[in-house]
């Protein structure tokens, strides 16, 4: 039997309307009607049982049943910073990451950085992450920002336990990612990789630098490989 369909709301009570973007994908996409059962979230770490009671102009009206811990979101408080890719390859790295159980996700420009961001890049990779979130069955949206400046970027990591700055001109890593904490905060640059400075700049921050590997990673790719590698030592992976 398949999952109940999922949906995010802003706020629970007896009845709620689902409207918006979540309304039209369960009309128009999904054909639910009266009596259609579902799950709705809003982000708190629950999830609530639901049914369709009618539709309405531009909403439909939902009777909330009942309500139980969602057992699906990571222990681990994992931040992903990923330099801008071009064209819907940051698109992947946001759903992957969102797969894999990160709770924050910045978007930064830096120096060899060639792609840009605007307001709708962003609430489209919004819009992505909370797809991705309802597909892999999690109960809360990854929160998903944009820094203009590396610095800016960095600056946002302060309190992490583990500060990773994936760097593709390092022979190896120069610190143990086994057994570092519950915290961490990753960094992985664009197509364009990093400068010597900015390294630098990461490290008076606290930042680690680390190796993934002999071959030339693409940065989508080294972004997913160094999260899955963290989020197996941090238990989330089995």
Do not use: W
């Not at 009777?63 to 071009?86: N, Q, S, Y």
């Not at 990160?102 to 060639?114: L, P, T």
Request: proline content about 1%; overall charge negative.
């Amino acid at each position: 039997m398949s999952a109940l369909k999922r949906f995010f709301v802003d706020k629970i009570a007896e009845e709620v309307l689902l409207s918006g973007e979540e309304f039209r994908h369960a009309k128009n996409v999904l054909r639910l009607g009266a009596g259609d059962e579902v799950t709705l979230l809003d982000g708190s770490g629950k999830e609530y049982a639901a049914i369709v009671a009618r539709a309405e102009k531009g909403a439909l009206l939902l009777h909330v049943t009942g309500e139980r811990a969602a057992d699906r979101e990571p222990k681990a408080d994992v931040f992903l910073l990923i330099g801008a890719l071009k064209g819907d390859k940051t698109e992947l790295v946001v759903q992957k990451a969102t797969e894999l159980g990160v709770n924050r996700i910045g978007v930064f420009s830096s120096r060899y950085c060639s792609a840009y961001m605007n307001e709708n890049k962003l609430e489209r990779l919004r819009r992505v992450a909370r797809e991705a979130a309802k597909q892999c069955l999690r109960s809360r949206v990854p929160e998903v920002g944009f820094f203009d400046t590396l610095d800016g970027a960095l600056a946002a990591a302060e309190g992490y336990e583990n500060k990773l700055f994936a760097c593709e001109f390092l022979e190896k890593s120069e610190g143990d990612i086994a057994d570092m904490g519950a915290s961490y905060c990753l960094v992985v640059g664009s197509e364009g990789g990093f400068t010597e400075e900015e390294f630098s700049s990461a490290k008076a921050r606290g930042f680690t630098g680390v190796s993934l590997g002999k071959r030339i990673l693409r940065a989508e790719t080294a972004a997913i490989a160094l999260l899955s590698v963290v989020m197996k030592e941090a238990g989330e992976l089995g």
